[in-house]
């Protein structure tokens, strides 16, 4: 039967340009505030910001931000059992009220609530607009629609920061009432325009809660293990924040795991048919697959270097009065001379060009030469890709140890932008080669795993390194080559994984299909 001239003309479906329009403004949203918000945490009281240490910024943002991307594993699970409208119903309730609340607690427990309310908001849209784009394009459309989802995505991370950084000029709170407002603006889109494109919602079929559970202790592990990962960072957390020493919080989480360790032989001895989680022996769930998320997370700790590390160290290290004299000169080349005149006296004034401004090169740059490394990078395999990838990104973190002038900090991140073009969408594309063939959708529904693991890691490591490294010892080199260095261990031990791990993997899954 003939396609018909409608299904010709509209490549995509409505809801497919609704949900991408809805990420758009939630992007903007969260970039808006999360480019600022190494600023807003530790600028001075005086100024309108929360005055805490870089320390307790650190914390605050690897912490909160490893919930919001740990927490998809099961609100993602919960979209596809009970809808995705009703899903994003319960996001947008959230997340507009949070983001106003962030200018009104100064708190360390207060800010630390309402950011964790904002974490919980996104942690539920998140997957259901990936989904939403998922379930609205077909294996044809799919490579053209992923790609548009990702511009969309850089376009609101790109235009949010600029905005925040413009109205921040008159006080902190318009920042938060801007995210406040583009959170707002979905609610039209969603009522008005998005229709469910799921339909295990309505379906006879449906998953029981215990089922959808089950589904996520195939790919990660049990209960168990979940707890003993919690106690663990929680430990982690009150050493970050000096309401415990190190040394206790190390000495307490390995005896925590040995506790775990030795629970759980007992449990393996002593209970043949466990009654509850807490008689359920830890297990991992496809450990090869959790080693990759490990390994991968390495990428991520440095990436997130961009947006918890730079602005502060912008702000503290960096001249960037080059930038505005080489657009001085630019501009006067050009006849702009009244421009020019402006940029001339923000020179002499001393003005600092804001550090939202500078990091948002990274989303710029993707916006502009994303589509042209997915081509170049699309003849050669995923895992090579990947590895270049993070090679390069680990060479543009390591670049900013000798940046010092605004010019070779847009250096570095260019450096780096190019690096994350490359190493991010290869490294879901490699997940998809070597996951068993019928779990595929499973395996890559887990991948922002690994994105929470780098926000924690990254978060902890940023707020520890830049207080002890940078500014007590006054040494940030050594902090940028610290960070670095994790990109490129990380290369490494992904050469290693597919060398040893990956044939083993591949082994076994044509064995299960023998």
Do not use: C
């Amino acid at each position: 039967m003939a396609s018909s001239p409608e299904g010709k003309k509209r490549r995509f479906p409505r809801t497919f340009w609704v949900a991408n329009t809805m990420e758009i403004f939630e992007r903007m949203a969260w970039y808006g505030f999360f480019a600022v918000s190494s600023l807003y945490i530790t600028n001075p009281r005086s100024e309108g910001a929360l005055g805490f240490t870089s320390e307790q910024r650190g914390t605050l943002q690897g912490a909160v931000t490893f919930i919001l991307y740990l927490l998809p594993v099961l609100s993602g699970a919960l979209a596809d059992r009970y809808g995705y409208k009703r899903m994003l119903a319960i996001a947008f309730p959230i997340l507009a009220p949070a983001y106003l609340l962030l200018g009104q607690f100064h708190s360390y427990a207060g800010f630390f609530f309402a950011f964790l309310l904002v974490a919980i908001g996104a942690a539920t849209f998140k997957p259901v607009i990936v989904g939403t784009v998922a379930r609205t394009t077909t294996e044809e459309t799919g490579t053209l629609g992923f790609g548009i989802f990702y511009m969309m995505v850089n376009i609101g991370g790109f235009v949010g920061p600029i905005v925040a950084g413009i109205v921040r000029g008159w006080a902190w709170k318009w920042v938060f009432v801007m995210s406040s407002l583009w959170i707002a603006t979905n609610f039209i889109w969603l009522f008005l325009f998005y229709k469910e494109p799921t339909s295990e919602a309505t379906s006879s079929q449906k998953r029981t809660l215990r089922q959808v559970m089950n589904d996520m202790v195939e790919v990660l592990g049990t209960g168990r293990l979940f707890l003993t990962v919690l106690v663990v960072f929680v430990l982690l957390i009150a050493a970050t924040n000096e309401w415990i020493t190190w040394t206790t919080a190390l000495w307490s989480s390995a005896i925590w795991v040995a506790v775990n360790g030795l629970y759980d032989l007992f449990l393996r001895r002593a209970v043949r048919q466990p009654t509850s989680w807490l008689t359920t022996p830890i297990r991992v769930g496809n450990w090869r697959f959790v080693l990759f998320l490990l390994v991968l997370s390495g990428f991520w700790t440095s990436f997130n270097q961009i947006f918890f590390t730079m602005p502060e160290y912008i702000r503290d290290f960096v001249n960037t009065q080059d930038l505005l004299v080489t657009l001085q000169h630019g501009a006067a080349a050009v006849g702009l001379h009244q421009l020019a005149a402006k940029l001339g006296a923000l020179v002499q004034s001393g003005y600092q060009v804001n550090p939202e401004y500078i990091i948002n090169i990274d989303a710029g740059s993707i916006i502009v030469f994303q589509v042209l490394v997915s081509y170049i990078m699309q003849r050669f395999p995923a895992f090579t890709t990947m590895v270049v990838g993070t090679i390069l990104a680990g060479l543009g973190i390591t670049m900013a140890a000798w940046a010092g002038t605004g010019w070779l900090v847009v250096l570095a991140i260019l450096v780096f932008s190019f690096g994350e073009m490359a190493a991010s969408p290869k490294s879901q594309e490699y997940i998809g080669r070597v996951a068993p063939p019928d779990k595929v959708a499973l395996f890559m529904g887990y991948y922002f795993v690994t994105i929470a693991l780098g926000n924690l890691f990254g978060g902890i490591l940023s707020g520890v390194g830049y207080q002890k490294l940078a500014l007590d010892m006054h040494r940030p080199d050594l902090m940028w080559l610290l960070f670095g260095s994790i990109g490129f261990l990380t290369a490494v031990a992904l050469v290693l994984y597919n060398r040893y791990v990956v044939p083993g993997w591949k082994r076994e899954v044509a064995e299960a299909r023998a």
